[in-house]
């Protein structure tokens, strides 16, 4: 007959039912003993299973009755089952003989299928992990305990003895976070840490498969390998920008680096800029100023003494600064007029800037000519709808004005 059908017949019978932890010490007397099984058996459903487990301790006298305290989970490591304390949400892993893999009790990390989430539970907090599929496929658990987290592998063994204070996700490249006495690294999943160096911080790994770290209020960049990127580490780093250059400072000089770790330009700037619209970088040293481009190759023999420069529009032309007036320089490095605006309004898409000059205003043309000879208070523009002409009204205050069409409206492009 079977165990259900038993225990449904016990029922009317007004016998002992079995708890789990009880089942769990009877299924152990029957796997072990099988002999002593049917007498045990028979006093548990008479006298209760503390007559029971004193019978069962004159055949065995070394059991530790304390392993059935634990009831049995559906979670398989191996030829280890997880259990969980039966008053109290602490968990261990039991073998075939019913021996604690753990002496120290621990609150578990476990798959749960249905989220297809990490539930972390731990006796201070409750959080959520996504999975990553190298964790799913390869069935690691977390296991954490008094605020320490380790690892078991699909077979129910310690992925490496140490206990982090964290573990993170597994991330693309096979590589979770871990922190120790508030030290960072990285481990792959056969639990190797990637670097010897702890690190006071580490971010997550960028598209070219490089992390920041810092170390001691120093940064660098560390691969996927646990090599440095540079064997300089920098007050600053910023992060990598679509060409793969990322700016660094040390002793309050910039400059870039790229993926290998080399120095973009053999300089050691006051400042430097991002990239411009024209993949161009500004820089100042000693109060002058020049660009660099992507190689690092300045683009003027001579440094500009200018109060500051900004970078080329689609136009080739750049606004430049100097005792708070402003003109316009070529890529050929040379001002396009003899005159220094007040004010330098942006180019249109007719290819012309309003300039104010002494509270007047005029238009100029890409290579710095007056469009008109006169000065006015104030410039209106009007596009019409199909865009055939472009009008600009150039009025004083006096009411008297100008109208100047620009007849074949074509949008400039560089």
Known sequence: MK????????????????????????????????????????????KGIDAAKAYYKTINPKINYEKFNFIKTDIKLGDKILVKYKDKDEYNLINEEGELLFNDFFNFYYFNKLYNKLLVINKYDFFHYDITNYIKNNKNYFIGYNGK????????????KTWFNYIGNFNQFGLAKVALNKKWNLINPEGKLLSETWFNHIDGF??????????????????????????????????????????????????????????????????????NQDDLVIVELNNKWNYINREGELLFDNWFNYDYIYGFNVLGLAQVKLNKK???????????????FNYI?????NGLAQVELNKKWNLINKEGKLLVNNWYDKI??????????????????DKTYKVLIIKKWKKFSQ
């Not at 523009?381 to 600009?392: A, G, L, P």
């Open 326 to 340: 402003w003109n316009l320089i070529n890529k050929e490095g040379k001002l396009i007029s003899d005159i220094w």
């Open 3 to 46: 165990l259900i059908n038993i225990y449904k017949q016990l029922l009317k019978e007004n016998y002992n039912i079995p708890t789990d932890t009880d089942y769990y010490f009877l299924d152990y007397v029957k796997s072990n003993n099988p002999k002593e099984y049917l007498k045990v058996k028979n006093i548990f459903l008479n």
């Open 149 to 160: 987290y380790t690892i078991l592998n699909k077979k129910g063994n310690l992925l490496f």
């Open 380 to 397: 209106r523009q009007f596009e019409t709808k199909q865009f055939e002409n472009n009008k600009y009204f150039l009025i004083n205050k």
């Open 345 to 349: 309004y942006g180019y249109d898409n």
């Open 206 to 275: 960028n598209k070219f498969g490089l992390a920041k770290v810092e170390l001691n209020k120093k940064w660098n960049y560390i691969n996927q390998k646990g090599k440095l990127l540079s064997e300089t580490w920098f007050n600053h780093i910023d992060g990598f920008n679509k060409f793969g250059l990322a700016k660094v400072e040390l002793n309050k000089k910039w400059n870039y680096i790229n993926q290998k770790g080399k120095l973009l330009s053999d300089i050691w700037f006051d400042y430097i800029s991002n990239f």
